[in-house]
């Protein structure tokens, strides 16, 4: 089975930085984009920022110029910097895995992690 397991989120005040990490384990072949959405309460879950195995990269809007995207394809591991983080950034952050191949199959699914608090508040 594959795993996604997420860190860094926490309580920061505006202006603030944080850096989330997310780590894909479990017989992984490839994986074909990373990338983090969010959930606040009483909205939608949205995508913040995903990055294709090739290097593309998409951003919603509400986080270009402060967000930043990376991924380590050697560790399967995608990273979140967040500057100039504001009140309306408060939300769960889950990191997805989409388009896995686990060593053995031919087919590929898409993962979720369990999920990290950020909260930006003075």
């Known amino acids: 089975q594959v795993q996604l397991v997420e860190s860094g989120g926490g309580l920061v005040q505006p202006g603030g930085s944080l850096r989330l990490s997310c780590a894909a384990s479990?017989?992984?072949?490839?994986?074909?984009?990373m990338g983090w959405y969010r959930q606040a309460p009483g909205k939608e879950r949205e995508l913040v920022a995903a990055?294709?195995?090739?290097?593309?990269?998409n951003y919603v809007d509400s986080v270009k110029g402060r967000f930043t995207i990376s991924r380590d394809n050697a560790k399967n591991t995608v990273y979140l910097q967040m500057n100039s983080l504001k009140p309306d950034d408060t939300a769960v952050y889950y990191c997805?895995?989409?388009?896995?191949?686990?060593?053995?199959?031919?087919?590929?699914?898409?993962?979720w992690g369990q999920g990290t608090q950020v909260t930006v508040s003075s």
């Open positions: 479990g017989s992984i072949f490839s994986i074909n984009t």
């Open positions: 997805n895995a989409e388009g896995v191949v686990r060593i053995g199959y031919a087919s590929s699914r898409d993962y």
């Open positions: 990055k294709g195995s090739g290097g593309s990269t």
